[in-house]
């Protein structure tokens, strides 16, 4: 059974940094492909970022330059710079064996998500 955890998240105002992490249990977490989205109200959820097994990361462009995606042991990390009020929302982590790398933002390809964890950015 893959577990996944998400922490951290908060308030902070615009212009700020955040970070956000997912503990990750069950499986080989390395074997992985691993994500993070995000959904505001009255919105669909959108892919933010995505890692491979092998380090290969994609970003939202909405996001590049400013976040940053990784992992280490079992846990997957999420840093957030310069944050803007449109970056708010309830933060998720997901995973699935194997992604093919054009489709590693798209929330139908993972299979196991994790609770969220909210982000307000305030202007």
């Known amino acids: 059974q893959v577990q996944l955890v998400e922490s951290g998240g908060g308030s902070v105002q615009s212009g700020g940094s955040l970070s956000v992490s997912c503990a990750a249990s069950g499986y080989t977490y390395i074997t992985y492909c691993m994500g993070w989205f995000r959904q505001a109200p009255g919105k669909e959820r959108e892919g933010v970022a995505s890692i491979g097994s092998n380090g290969t990361t994609r970003y939202a462009d909405s996001v590049k330059g400013r976040f940053t995606i990784s992992r280490a042991k079992n846990t997957l990390y999420l840093r957030m710079n310069s944050l803007k009020p449109e970056d708010t929302g309830m933060y998720y982590c997901?995973?699935?064996?194997?992604?093919?790398?054009?489709?590693?933002?798209?929330?139908?390809?993972?299979?196991?998500w994790g609770q969220g964890t909210q982000v307000t950015v305030s202007s």
């Open positions: 997901a995973a699935n064996r194997w992604i093919s790398i054009g489709r590693r933002l798209a929330p139908n390809q993972y299979n196991f």
